[in-house]
């Protein structure tokens, strides 16, 4: 007899529950913030609370400038605001040197307002609006084009402000990563992209001399950019030799990890996380390998999450305990998910403030949301937490900022703990009228 078809199903693995390489019941307690005590900026700011390190960003930047300044002769870092754009950080960056990577005609605007001269802003992104682009051709940013009917629209309003503007393009292309990134760009594997070069060299408006290429976020194989490298490499040869034009960038984006930890994941990050250098190496050797001695057009770097997602803490505070049916011990805490963004596809640790009593067993962490997805761990080994103890959850500071949403309480203050060992507010947590000013009442809606 024929035997039916039955489709295949994964079984969730309980979590916590032993696996090959045992279980996890270490977990130390997090008291301070660079030398603050954790308690101290909850009495002080409330709770929850976001703490960023003046310091771990500083030295984040600077392993990553030394990696590849040292490997080659003409790099530029431009901090790409989507990743966040708190005031206070992107000024730490820019102190540092680097320039200002946005996606938005309100990026644009923030970094503008922010002091950072338009000549050091690269505008990237599958939408700029017409306004958007008339503004960065005038001002003179560097504009990275995404798709055909961005180029004829860049076309146009050059040719309106009747002048030559600059302009790269995006690329996309294979290299191991999956799952692939073709949303954005030309793609390099067909001939999209030579048609897009072959486009812009019949205007008269426009000037190609960048190529741009962002291939993923969270690439742990330092092997996926060497092959970006050297297909954005090549690429440059020919179109240079076509089109009788010279690059004079290449900008490979962002996409390094951090130590965060990915679901499903069972090592800790700090094994599978490939050194800075690793992917320095493997960028520059390919570069240095494939170019003339007398050509090293500028190295961009746009990278993110690896210089401030290690930076950024959350600080909450357990206000309830529960037994649920199956005897597992559950703790309520004053941050939710809608704090927390990229706990969707990150296992962020979590660890008490303080020393309690007891032995560690698998429990469940709920955020306060009136929602039952509000869960922020389904099985950490946790001593016993009673209600006042702190926790602090890490690393948070990238994408969480940007990403959270108001949603049913204000969103919490954000305090920085400065690289003098000083600390200070740099947001404060939000009130009624952040949530309603932009509301409209109709006349005929109003309460007497
Ligand atoms: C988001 C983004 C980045 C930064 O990515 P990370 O993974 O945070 O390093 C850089 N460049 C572009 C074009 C982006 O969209």
Redesign the pocket.
Known sequence: MKKVYVKPTLKKQLMGGMNKFGNNYYRPIKSEIDGVAVQKLLAEYGSPLFVFSEKTIRNQYRKLHQAFSTRYPNTQFSW?Y??NYLGAICSILHQEGETA?V?SGFEYEKAISLGVNPADIIF??PYKTDEDLKRAFTDGATVNLDNFQEIYRAEKIASELGKQVNIGI?LNMETGIFPRWEK?GFNLDTTQAVEAVNRISRSPSLKLVGL?S?I????LDPNSYAQQVESMVKFMFDIENRFNISIEYLDI????PSKNKLKGTYLPSDIVTPDIDEYAEKICDTLMRLLPANKYPKLIL?????IVDEAGFLLTTVFAQKQLSSGVKSYFVDAGINLLYTSTWYNMDIQPAVETKGTPEPVVIYGPLCMNIDVLAESIYMPPLPTGTPLVISPVG??NVTQWMQFITYRPAIAMVFADGSYGLIRRREKLEDVTKPEIIPAHLALN
């Not at 984006?253 to 390094?256: D, E, Q, R, V, Y």
């Not at 746009?302 to 690896?306: A, L, M, N, Q």
């Open positions: 790409s989507k990743t990577e996606v990237n992104g995006r954005f741009h962002h993923g976020t969270f690439v984006g962002g996409g390094f746009e990278t993110g999450r690896h990238a994408y």
